[in-house]
Each structure stands twice: as structure tokens, then as C-alpha cells.
């Protein structure tokens, strides 16, 4: 799956539906899926970077910090250790 995530997000028009759809799938109680989510989007980020390519104008900062909101706020503090690779 990380493959097939990576590969899409060389198309950055598509990042705001997949980080849609990996923070609607995961649970902020479930430390392993936080990790992986979390995990996804820095390789995204990641890969944007080393192709030297930008964010969309579009991008929908306000759902993505919003969902790291909801895990700072949440009861899973492990979860907060995630935000480090980000």
C-alpha cells in the first residue's frame, strides 16, 4: 500500500482526497493507525519535496491541521509522538 501511496502522491492535485480519505479511515484512539497515517503523509510530503514540487494552491490546510488538533486533544498521547515525522 505505502507503494501505491507513494506513487500517487507524485501528482499533488490529488493530495487533499487521499489525506480526506486517511483521516476519515482512521481512528484517533487506534495508536497503529495513527502511526500509519501519519506515516503516509510524510512520505508524501517527503516525495514532494525530493521532486521539488509545491503543495496545490488549494490545499485544505485547515482539515489537515484539524485532524492533527483532534489527536493532540484526543486520550491516545502516543499518538502525538507522530507529529515528529511531520
Not at 497503529?32 to 494552491?57: A, G, M, N, W
Request: charged share 20%; proline share 2%.
Amino acid at each position: 500500500m505505502k507503494l501505491a501511496w507513494i506513487s500517487f502522491t507524485c501528482n499533488p492535485e490529488l493530495l487533499n482526497t487521499f489525506i480526506t480519505i486517511l483521516y476519515r479511515k482512521t481512528n484517533q484512539y487506534n495508536t497503529h493507525q495513527l502511526e500509519d497515517t501519519y506515516e503516509l503523509i510524510s512520505l508524501c510530503f517527503s516525495r514532494l519535496t525530493l521532486k521539488k514540487k509545491v503543495l496545490p494552491d488549494d490545499f485544505d490546510w485547515m482539515f489537515f491541521l484539524k485532524g492533527m488538533e483532534i489527536v493532540l486533544e484526543g486520550d491516545n498521547k502516543a499518538g502525538i509522538s507522530n507529529f515528529t515525522v511531520i
